[in-house]
Structures are given as C-alpha cells and as structure tokens.
C-alpha cells in the first residue's frame, strides 16, 4: 500500500473548519484514500474514504487533487469533541487488505 | 456503523500469568480479523490476521506462540496474551473485516505488573 505524509501536529479554534492535509504521491489507481481518528484510548473511528472525487458526509469533506496525490480533510465547525489523532490511509478494499497506520496528525481544538 | 464490543476494557494481570481478551461483532459477521496493538505514544500496528476455522498470520516479529488468536466463529475472536510480561503491557484493538469496510474495537488496555 502506498505510504502517506500528513503533518504530526495542529491547532485549530473551536467553531473553525479544520483543515487537515495528507500526502500519497505513490497511490495507485486502484487505492483508496480512507480517514479515520483515534480518541485517546479508543478505537480508531472511521470518517470518509473516496477513490478520486470529493466526498461529504455527515462529519467530514474529503477533498482530492485531480492527480490524487493529496487529499484534505475538512471538519468543517471543529468542537472540542474533535480533539483527536487523525489518520490518513490509502488502501485497496479487498477483503483481506487490513489498514496500515502511519503516525497521523493530533489535532488540538481549541476553546 | 457496525458495532464491535471488546472485553475486558481494561485487565491489570501479574507477569506469567495469561490473559485472554474477547471481540465481538455484534451486528454483522467477520470472515477476516485483524489484531492489533498500540504502545503509548505510538500508532497502531497490526500483529496477526486470521480468518474464521483457519490458523491465524502473524505478523514479523509477533511471536505465535504467545499470541494465541482464536477465530471460531464469525461474530466472535479471541487474543489471549501467554506467560504476559511487563513489555506486553499495550493497547490491543480488533479490527474485524466486512465487506468493503474494517470495523474497529474499542481496545481493550493491558497492563502486566
């Protein structure tokens, strides 16, 4: 699977979109870009995952370059609640093809 | 979502003794589960795969024999940490796999004294 690069740390206002960037210049065409976040002593909690176009769901926007060689999540009205380690994954959605999980970004909301 | 369920959250157990940890899928069966651990600090990796009525693959490094994984059933795994020892002592997470999605546990904290 290919590897991502996402900053280790940011800070963002309560109320403020959160916007978290991730670099998979080595993805193929067949992978997927997936977002989870791990709570302090939780299990990760997925978000979204898109193959090429920008997807939105009830949490998050995930958007992708046209060359998919990065993507950006947006919490778009971050609360303290978002408070979290983020990661970015690109993976295959074979059945046997568990996650890799790099180091992630730890995202700071702040009051 | 799917909702898995680990058990115990949280076991404090004296070094040598064995320690089983269970996983559950409540709501969906798993052909496939993934184990994995997480050491303060660091990120999660993943120690073994195993699929249901076959031998589980470990992972480099992830000694089999003291990792046992059971995977008897579709809705049900279990890990049960051998002889535990204070570098044992981490965050274990399952993870079962449905169709086009990895669910995740919510870790299970072990700490061996």
């Known amino acids: 699977d290919a590897k991502t690069t996402q900053p280790t740390s940011m800070d963002c206002a309560e109320g403020r979109a959160a916007n978290l960037p991730c670099n998979h210049s080595?993805?193929?065409?067949?992978?997927?870009v997936y977002w989870y976040r791990q709570i302090h002593s939780q299990g990760p909690q997925y978000i979204i995952h898109?193959?090429?176009n920008n997807e939105t769901n009830e949490m998050a926007s995930l958007i992708i370059t046209e060359d998919r060689k990065s993507s950006t999540l947006i919490l778009p009205h971050a609360t303290l609640r978002d408070t979290a380690v983020y990661y970015c994954i690109v993976s295959r959605t074979s059945g046997n093809t568990p996650l890799v999980f790099g180091k992630g970004t730890r995202l700071s909301v702040i009051a | 979502g799917a909702v898995v369920s680990q058990h115990p959250s949280r076991v404090i157990c004296k070094s040598g003794t064995s320690v089983k940890i269970e996983c559950r899928s409540l709501?969906?069966?798993?052909?496939?589960m993934f184990w994995y651990r997480q050491f303060p600090k660091q990120s999660l990796m993943l120690m073994a795969t195993?699929?249901?009525?076959?031998?589980?693959?470990?992972e480099q490094g992830v000694e089999k024999d003291k990792f046992l994984i059971n995977h008897a059933s579709l809705t049900l795994s279990t890990l049960t940490v051998t002889s535990a020892h204070p570098e044992d002592s981490s965050f274990y997470i399952c993870s079962p796999q449905a169709p086009y999605e990895q669910y995740f546990g919510p870790g299970t904290r072990l700490t061996v004294t």
């Open positions: 195993s699929n249901e009525g076959s031998k589980a693959t470990y």
């Open positions: 709501d969906f069966q798993a052909t496939t």
């Open positions: 898109g193959l090429k």
């Open positions: 080595t993805i193929s065409g067949n992978e997927y």
